[in-house]
């Protein structure tokens, strides 16, 4: 599977990013038994990044009650992994909001954190119901799984104060959705058609999530964001590049293959 024609998007992420996904762990990623953890971690990263952007959205920019609608919006979602509740099918329909979202009154941040932040959750919405479609299809069944280092070995870097706080965990948010866009076009040549052509989907919409993470750090932040880009790129580097114990979607060499 040609990947050319991608390369507008491709280049950015790959220049974005400190260093390129180790072979080993594409080694990896290529066995047939590796398939159902890769999807099941896939599944539950969209989640996070739904809630992630959630997050970000009612502590930062809006009042009580939108950000109770907001969490309404999440619910089916969660209680089907969570609490195994609900039928993935019906989701579909419940990718909507009911009610216009707005800012608090004395929200520093503005609308563009919650257009975007509102964009965003949609579409990881999106991908975790198609996510959902592939394993029904692969006959996958959901299962839970332990979250690998790689977010948790960012966030232990973010600074106790505001806005500085928000800014990295910005920051931290561009460094995932570039590395998962970088690693499905990794992955798409050495999967089926049908699991290639989704990860091709997927390149253009985590493309954009990524730069408007990094715009909305550089508008929030009283000062040049550039330091702290660098820093956070180093770091997620080095949990891409080091051995890892764990295989999963994000994680880093795996210290031992499976056979």
Not at 31 to 58: G, P, W, Y
Not at 149 to 169: I, T, W
Request: one cysteine or more.
């Amino acid at each position: 599977m040609s990947l050319n024609k991608y390369s507008e998007l491709l280049d950015p992420i790959n220049s974005f990013l400190k260093c390129s996904t180790p072979e080993e762990w594409v080694r990896e990623a290529k066995k047939t038994q590796n398939l159902k953890v890769l999807l099941l971690d896939h599944l539950v990263c969209e989640l996070k990044a739904a809630q992630s952007a959630m997050f970000l959205i009612r502590k930062y920019a809006v009042d009580k009650e939108s950000g109770d609608a907001l969490l309404e919006w999440l619910k089916p979602f969660e209680a089907l992994i969570y609490k195994r509740e609900g039928n993935w099918r019906d989701l579909a329909a419940k990718n909507k909001l009911t009610k216009s979202i707005i800012p608090k009154s004395n929200s520093p941040y503005g609308q563009d954190l919650i257009d975007k932040m509102v964009m965003l959750i949609k579409e990881e919405l999106h991908h975790f119901y198609q996510v959902l479609e592939i394993m029904d299809e692969y006959e996958i069944e959901y299962e839970s799984i332990t979250p690998c280092r790689y977010a948790k070995g960012m966030l232990r870097h973010v600074k106790s104060y505001e806005p500085n706080a928000l800014v990295d965990k910005l920051i931290i948010g561009a460094y995932i959705e570039a590395r998962s866009c970088e690693r499905f076009a990794k992955l798409a040549p050495h999967v089926d058609k049908r699991l290639g052509d989704f990860y091709i989907s997927l390149l253009r919409s985590e493309a954009r999530h990524y730069q408007d993470y990094l715009t909305l750090a550089q508008e929030i932040a009283d000062f040049d964001i550039a330091e702290r880009v660098e820093f956070f790129g180093h770091t997620e580097a080095e949990l891409i590049s080091s051995a890892d114990e764990d295989f999963k979607f994000h994680s880093g060499i795996p210290s031992f293959a499976s056979e």
